[in-house]
């Protein structure tokens, strides 16, 4: 991503900033880059929240919704 280092030069001259390196994991959100896109997802958020709960063996269902 070419604009990285433009956005954070910006926000260095706005901000104290620290640059941690690639973020992986963050407020329970998981984040994979690719070259052009951020991906998120709360998948391991998730499933530590069922373990948690001891409901990490249980059978997910349809939950029925009426289109639009």
Known sequence: M????????YLASEFEIKDLGSLKYF?????????DR???S???????LL????????KACDTPLEPN
């Open 42 to 48: 709360q998948r391991q958020y998730v499933l530590d």
């Open 2 to 9: 070419r604009k990285l280092p433009l956005l954070k030069k």
């Open 51 to 58: 373990k948690e709960t001891r409901m990490h063996g249980c």
């Open 27 to 35: 407020l329970g959100i998981e984040v994979a880059c690719s070259k």
């Open 38 to 40: 951020i991906f998120i």
